[in-house]
């Protein structure tokens, strides 16, 4: 069979990115929308070719119970004209106790759309977890990039926004990215395919429904007729700028950056001749990737870091962020003592519990024992029902941290444990421990501990899942 002119350009750009393989394990996200309708059906065409392992995944926000499950109800039926796996969640973000649950995870004073979108990512994260997907794709299209890119530009966005909707981000993919909205909708209109309108599209108190009623169409009748093209172009080469800046800041962080028993270390010497560019940088990676700061960092603040860094005396310090830097003759030191806690405190019973702003959980449930004990999956643990009401503690791994193997008993540090495992120093820094009854029962993703051992005897397991935000 013949694909559609539409289809034949999804698979070619599919193939230039390297968005997914043959055989591989795919999960949509559907909300009923034009787009991601057209998504799935060209999906569906191009599976003669790649025979995916294919699942839908929809998300109710609950945000408006006059469409939301007439919505809900028009994705079950699809995914059954398809006969394929259906998965759906109903958020309710109109309670306010769900509102807290992510508010504190977003910019202050968060809006529904923010709220809905961290929400929606950690449903998709545990689900691409459950279904060991390869890929996830969504229907975010070059109308979607052109108005994202404006938004940042218009919001002072550096190189890293103004890049705009990342065709891969961990096993998120974009495989509409470089297809117009008008192309979407003559394939479905030419195709009869049913589809919801989503009212709050027209809705102008929201700003990207302004920008796209009504600043693209202001800028086509000033002549630029293909600003949504001209805007991805510039938003694919910046990618790339991105990706070379990137590859040159790995080098530059592999110079400058060091950790000794003193704390976070930023070699002076040299970076005075570096471009503001990589210095600003180089704070930033500190903060984000080693400190794990969870929030975005302003310009104002770098430009205090970056002038305390180059222009104070020795031995001043600066408190800011949460951390303090202490200006050494040969370095800017971040006191271990001066990280931020990242500690966190679960009351282990059913749920799914925001860890980081990353869109990171862990997910518990009660489940039936299973036939085998043994996991498959490393973020996944489980554990005796001894462990249900009890106070876990999520943390970084610490020096002098150790824990009872499962099986042997033995004890062992957690460093020696990540370095038998091979861990790659970077991830190693970032590496969680659960605690309970102040022992170590779990190093999520790397090895449990002979702790709250399920008894062969229990009917009923705690399930324990630890989802990685850093993976959408």
């Known amino acids: 069979m013949r694909w559609s002119p539409l289809a034949e350009k999804v698979h070619q750009y599919i193939i230039r990115h390297s968005l997914a393989g ?136 550096g190189i890293g926004g103004l890049k705009g909707i990342p065709v891969k981000r961990g096993i998120y993919r974009r495989p509409l990215r470089s297809i117009l909205r008008s192309e979407l909708e003559a394939y479905v209109h030419a195709k009869g395919l049913s589809y919801c309108e989503d009212p709050s599209n027209k809705n102008e108190t929201f700003i990207r429904n302004r920008i796209r009623h009504t600043l693209l169409p202001g800028l086509k009748t000033m002549g630029f007729e293909q600003a949504e093209q001209a805007l991805a172009r510039s938003a694919a080469s910046l990618e790339e700028a991105e990706d070379a800046l990137h590859y040159y800041t790995g080098q530059l962080v592999r110079e400058f950056i060091s950790s000794g028993e003193t704390g976070i270390m930023l070699k002076l010497k040299g970076l005075k001749n570096l471009p503001v560019y990589f210095q600003k940088t180089l704070l930033k990676y500190i903060y984000s990737e080693i400190l794990h700061f969870p929030r975005h960092i302003s310009e104002k603040q770098l430009e205090q870091m970056l002038d305390f860094t180059l222009r104070s005396e020795t031995g001043h310090r600066m408190e800011i962020l949460g951390s303090a830097m202490v200006k050494e003759r040969e370095h800017i030191i971040w006191p271990l003592s001066a990280e931020p806690d990242h500690s966190i405190e679960i009351s282990c019973g059913e749920g799914e519990y925001p860890i980081d702003a990353k869109g990171g959980m862990l997910k518990v449930s009660i489940e039936n024992t299973p036939v085998s004990l043994q996991v498959e999956n490393p973020a996944t643990a489980i554990f005796s029902m001894h462990l249900l009401g009890k106070t876990m503690l999520l943390r970084p791994w610490t020096a002098g941290d150790r824990l009872r193997l499962f099986g042997s008993g033995e004890t062992k540090k957690v460093s020696d444990v990540l370095k038998d495992e091979k861990i790659a120093p970077a991830k190693k820094k970032e590496q969680k421990v659960i605690l309970s009854d102040n022992k170590i029962i779990w190093i999520p993703g790397i090895k449990h501990a002979e702790e709250y051992v399920v008894n062969r005897n229990e009917n009923r397991i705690v399930k324990i899942q630890y989802i990685n935000g850093e993976k959408r």
């Not at 839908?56 to 007439?70: C, F, M, Q, T, Y």
């Not at 759309?113 to 459950?130: C, G, H, M, N």
């Open 22 to 157: 043959t055989g591989d394990t795919i999960a949509l996200a559907l909300s009923g929308g034009l787009d991601s309708v057209a998504l799935l059906h060209v999906v569906m065409e191009l599976q003669s070719k790649w025979h995916w392992k294919l699942a839908i995944l929809h998300v109710d926000h609950g945000l408006r119970p006059e469409s939301d499950p007439k919505e809900s109800a028009f994705c079950r039926e699809l995914a059954a004209t398809y006969h394929l796996p259906y998965f759906e969640k109903k958020l309710e973000l109109l309670k306010p106790k769900k509102k807290t649950q992510y508010r504190s995870l977003v910019k202050n004073n968060p809006g529904p759309e923010s709220l809905a979108r961290i929400a929606r990512y950690q449903a998709f994260d545990v689900w691409a977890e459950e279904l060991r997907c390869d890929a996830l794709f969504t229907a975010h299209h070059a109308n979607d990039q052109a108005e994202t890119v404006l938004y940042r530009m218009l919001t002072g966005s």
